[in-house]
């Protein structure tokens, strides 16, 4: 095999931020992954309490790519909540019922058209923030729901749309597959760009060092990211209350990943390399 070869054989890599926005905890760590470690790429909640302090952090970092993290639950909605009545509760926040909601959305007419509102909101609230929209997913992937998704195609369209992450990871239960099928094939006919493998899910809130060595000595082939929920501090929210975040924090600045990603992948610079590095 010559060096091009073997160059071209290795697996590549997104490393992500979920969350962007949320704190100024997580903004910050953030930064610090960006500037001193081996982040790349953050998703923004666009109506979370940070989102301007995020927005402004990224403008400072050009090397950070910036996508839409969607948030349909467990958040506060970028509409004010009496436009959209039937996605939120009595406090104005989407609520955690992510089974109960998603049978609304695809049997209700009138849910799917505040839902459609919703998602056109935060679509728009990116797009006035003058960042490039890097890629988008969904805060706990409620984009594997098809009404969701069906959504985020055909507003995204609108406002650049060109990468979303295909949330499989290799220890995912079976009865996902025909979900994640159906969803890499609409991405697919979509021509919108998605990674091949993803890591975070089972480890969610636990991406400590030696997990993050671990992924990175058994990345498949392809293009796989990595996603975390890094911040400056622990206990953030209580939906979030045993997330080890600094814990995570730490693991992108750690010498032994930076080490480890150089000898063993390509780190890719969020999804706008994907069609460069399928090329």
């Given amino acids: 095999m010559s060096m091009k070869d073997a160059h071209a054989a290795r697996p590549r890599l997104i490393v992500t931020a979920d969350d962007f926005g949320l704190h100024e905890a997580v903004n910050d760590a953030v930064e610090q992954g960006c500037r001193n470690g081996v982040l790349r790429a953050a998703s923004l909640m666009v109506a979370a309490p940070a989102a301007a302090d995020a927005v402004a952090r990224a403008k400072r970092l050009p090397e950070l790519a910036v996508g839409l993290h969607l948030v349909l639950a467990d958040g506060t ?112 006919r979509n021509g919108i760009a998605h990674n091949d493998h993803v890591f975070g899910i089972s480890h969610s809130g636990g991406m400590d060092e030696a997990t993050v060595l671990e992924i990175i000595d058994t990345l498949p082939a392809g293009i796989s990211e990595m996603y975390l929920h890094p911040a400056a501090r622990n206990q953030l929210t209580p939906s979030m209350a045993e997330y080890r975040h600094t814990d995570e924090l730490a693991a992108l600045l750690s010498p032994a990943v930076g080490a480890r990603v150089a000898e063993r992948c390509e780190l890719l610079p969020g999804f706008g390399g994907l069609r460069t590095a399928r090329a």
């Fill in 77 to 188: 909605p970028m509409l004010p909540p009496a436009q959209v009545p039937d996605l939120v509760g009595a406090d104005g926040r989407f609520g955690s019922n992510m089974a109960r909601d998603g049978v609304k959305f695809f049997f209700l007419p009138h849910v799917r058209r505040q839902l459609a509102a919703e998602i056109r909101a935060q679509f728009e609230a990116f797009a006035a923030t003058g960042l490039v929209l890097d890629h988008v997913n969904a805060h706990k992937h409620f984009h594997l729901h098809p009404t969701v998704l069906s959504l985020i195609l055909s507003i995204g369209r609108q406002h650049g749309l060109k990468a979303v992450r295909l949330p499989v990871e290799p220890s995912m239960p079976g009865w996902l597959k025909p979900w994640l099928n159906l969803m890499r094939w609409r991405l697919e």
